[in-house]
């Protein structure tokens, strides 16, 4: 798989396909051009008979930030309306679904800080490994923002249980690696010169796994998942965004 990208690293090793976030100046925040350019990866996987395993992660100093909020502005000043916003967040939740229905496996490969949406990206892939240094925060409600980006809050749920989630979001505390792994967030903490040996140990196997033997367990296991998302009403997640930064938006400007 031979792409040129500008916000992302792809590194094509046969059965595993490394994609690494690379904008790290800003701490590898997500805008518009890294969503697209996620998703153009996950639609040639989607054709692809010889990846076994995806790893994410990130250049840099962090896995990854959050959203590039600073974008917001600038989409709502072009389009008054909200609709450039909109397709903005309905692109992450595009590309937040497209990774979890994957028919691979995927692994998150964690270090710094993982923000926001880095969070959300993260929270998507199969296996997370994490260095013991990282530090996690969902800030959005302290932004004034509902935790809306890529439907993640099922998801959120999902892994880490409500009750958790619930002060996680509220408080918009933050949160060690040790923490991270005791909610499920993480599967392994380890330190950071050895997340390398990591994501190998778990990849070596799976790379001999039967992909239809993967491709139907990873269905069972997001089944239960998908009827979660649809009763919170996850699918509504880019029009309570934009509405959100929109009034945001004009409140600055007065």
């Given at each position: 798989?031979?792409?040129?990208?500008?916000?992302?690293?792809?590194?094509?090793?046969?059965?595993?396909?490394?994609?690494?976030?690379?904008?790290?100046?800003?701490?590898?925040s997500i805008d518009g051009q890294m969503l697209s350019e996620l998703l153009?990866?996950?639609?040639?996987?989607?054709?692809?008979?010889?990846?076994?395993?995806?790893?994410?992660?990130?250049?840099?100093?962090?896995?990854?930030?959050?959203?590039?909020?600073?974008?917001?502005?600038?989409?709502?000043?072009?389009?008054?309306?909200?609709?450039?916003?909109?397709?903005?967040?309905?692109?992450?939740?595009?590309?937040?679904?497209?990774?979890?229905?994957?028919?691979i496996v995927t692994i998150a490969r964690l270090h710094g800080d993982v923000?926001?949406?880095?969070?959300?990206?993260?929270?998507?892939?199969?296996?997370?490994?994490?260095?013991?240094?990282?530090?996690?925060?969902?800030?959005?409600?302290?932004?004034?923002?509902?935790?809306?980006?890529?439907?993640?809050?099922?998801?959120?749920?999902?892994?880490?249980?409500?009750?958790?989630?619930?002060?996680?979001?509220?408080?918009?505390?933050?949160?060690?690696?040790?923490?991270?792994?005791?909610?499920?967030?993480?599967?392994?903490?380890?330190?950071?010169?050895?997340?390398?040996?990591?994501?190998?140990?778990?990849?070596?196997?799976?790379?001999?796994?039967?992909?239809?033997?993967?491709?139907?367990?990873?269905?069972?296991?997001?089944?239960?998942?998908?009827?979660?998302?649809?009763?919170?009403?996850?699918?509504?997640?880019?029009?309570?965004?934009?509405?959100?930064?929109?009034?945001?938006?004009?409140?600055?400007?007065?």
């Open positions: 798989m031979l792409m040129d990208f500008k916000t992302l690293q792809v590194t094509d090793e046969g059965s595993i396909l490394r994609v690494q976030l690379n904008r790290p100046e800003t701490g590898n153009s990866v996950l639609r040639a996987l989607e054709d692809d008979n010889t990846v076994r395993v995806m790893v994410v992660s990130g250049a840099g100093d962090h896995f990854s930030q959050g959203g590039d909020r600073s974008e917001f502005p600038e989409l709502l000043e072009k389009d008054t309306s909200g609709s450039a916003l909109r397709s903005l967040a309905d692109k992450a939740e595009r590309v937040c679904s497209a990774l979890s229905q994957l028919r923000i926001g949406a880095g969070l959300g990206l993260a929270v998507f892939c199969d296996l997370r490994v994490g260095a013991d240094t990282c530090r996690f925060r969902m800030p959005e409600v302290g932004l004034g923002v509902p935790p809306a980006w890529g439907g993640v809050l099922p998801r959120l749920a999902e892994e880490a249980g409500q009750a958790w989630v619930r002060r996680l979001l509220l408080t918009a505390e933050a949160f060690d690696a040790a923490r991270a792994e005791q909610l499920s967030i993480l599967h392994e903490v380890v330190p950071a010169d050895g997340l390398d040996a990591a994501v190998a140990r778990w990849a070596r196997p799976l790379v001999r796994r039967d992909p239809t033997t993967v491709r139907i367990t990873k269905s069972m296991l997001n089944a239960r998942a998908g009827a979660t998302q649809l009763a919170v009403g996850s699918y509504f997640d880019g029009d309570l965004l934009t509405d959100a930064v929109a009034r945001q938006h004009a409140r600055g400007r007065r």
